[in-house]
Nanobody, 123 residues
Framework: VQLQASGGGLVQAGGSLTLSCVVS????????MGWFRQTPGKEREFVAA????????YYADSVQGRFTISRDNAKNTVYLQMNSLKPEDTAVYFC?????????????????WGQGTQVTVSS
């Protein structure tokens, strides 16, 4: 199983980025997907999750209303649309594939992880 994340970069505060994560090697449509982020010296934190049918979505309070998670099961891809970016959003962003179909915010429920993509927001 491989997860390939892309779309990170450098953006000014208030700008937007869209992250993508392509999954191969498993039945993508059967499992929930999540996005997490991590900064140096801190634990990986939950950002957003989506269940297998895209019916249910969860967001961290810090990104609610600014970020949108979505998925295209035909393309084995999950997206994270990030708007109104803030310097505190700067982190390495990871996509993850769950062991279950229901969305969850816990890192322990995710078994497969992508390599991470750097997002840097300048003030």
């Amino acid at each position: 199983v491989q997860l390939q994340a892309s779309g990170g970069g450098l953006v000014q505060a208030g700008g937007s980025l869209t992250l993508s994560c392509v999954v191969s090697g498993r039945d993508f449509s059967s499992y929930a997907m999540g996005w997490f982020r991590q900064t140096p010296g801190k634990e990986r934190e939950f950002v957003a999750a989506i269940n297998r049918s895209a019916f249910r979505k969860y967001y961290a309070d810090s990104v609610q209303g600014r970020f949108t998670i979505s998925r295209d099961n035909a393309k084995n891809t999950v997206y994270l649309q990030m708007n109104s970016l803030k310097p505190e959003d700067t982190a390495v962003y990871f996509c993850a594939s769950s062991l279950v179909g229901g969305a969850t915010m816990s890192t322990r429920e995710y078994y497969y992880w992508g390599q991470g993509t750097q997002v840097t927001v300048s003030s």
